[in-house]
T-cell receptor, first 112, second 113 residues
Framework: GDSVTQMEGPVTLSEEAFLTINCTYT??????LFWYVQYPGEGLQLLLK?????DKGSNKGFEATYRKETTSFHLEKGSVQVSDSAVYFC???????????FGTGTKLQVIP | KAGVTQTPRYLIKTRGQQVTLSCSPI?????VSWYQQTPGQGLQFLFE???????NKGNFPGRFSGRQFSNSRSEMNVSTLELGDSALYLC????????????FGEGSRLTVL
């Protein structure tokens, strides 16, 4: 079945540091890939997506590239801010009426 | 545009009771899906409804059920509650044609004592 593996957290960075959160996946066919973010006390929000190989999703300074050859979708940001502190979920969709498979989440804490 | 609204936000029940959670999707969204979030298992898909029909179901026991009304509002019900049902229950709505693009509510946090 489908699965998503993402790096364990928590990840603690100083403000303006470079961020990478690793994500790899296993899926049948050609899934769409997503990063969702959950701020404290809130539901998840879609951060970015990519629907085919070599696509780059980007939003709010975050980027991720769909790498089919390595089955990866790593999240990056060049300079994190305190407001980026949240839990980040890598996810995939390979069909099945909105049955999205999520990774376990990576908590990011950015300190001033 | 109002987001996804879930009620109640917090509730406490005892083992053996049942609970009903409600979700109002974003206006115009006809697909509603439910997820259970726990620290140990992460986010797990419960079921999805579209035009009052359940189109997909996750691997949960029959104690977990749901329905969708003609105005797209959805409810989920858990009967004979167990301690392990304590979780954040998230509802998400989406447009047909936006596969995987989910708009989540803030969730209903259920504690079973």
């Amino acid at each position: 079945g489908d699965s998503v593996t993402q790096m364990e957290g928590p990840v603690t960075l100083s403000e303006e540091a470079f961020l990478t959160i690793n994500c790899t996946y296993t899926a049948t066919g050609y899934p769409s890939l997503f990063w969702y973010v959950q701020y404290p006390g809130e539901g998840l929000q879609l951060l970015l997506k990519a629907t085919k190989a070599d696509d780059k999703g980007s939003n709010k300074g975050f980027e991720a590239t769909y790498r089919k050859e390595t089955t990866s979708f790593h999240l990056e940001k060049g300079s994190v801010q305190v407001s980026d502190s949240a839990v980040y979920f890598c996810a995939l969709y390979s069909g099945g009426y909105q049955k999205v498979t999520f990774g376990t989440g990576t908590k990011l804490q950015v300190i001033p | 545009k109002a987001g996804v609204t879930q009620t109640p936000r917090y509730l406490i029940k005892t083992r053996g009771q049942q609970v009903t959670l409600s979700c109002s999707p974003i206006s115009g969204h006809r697909s509603v899906s439910w997820y259970q979030q726990t620290p140990g298992q992460g986010l797990q898909f419960l079921f999805e409804y579209f035009s009052e029909t359940q189109r997909n179901k996750g691997n949960f026991p029959g104690r977990f059920s749901g329905r969708q009304f003609s105005n797209s509002r959805s409810e989920m019900n858990v009967s004979t509650l167990e301690l392990g049902d304590s979780a954040l229950y998230l509802c998400a709505s989406s447009l047909e044609g936006g596969p995987g693009e989910l708009f989540f509510g803030e969730g209903s946090r259920l504690t079973v004592l």
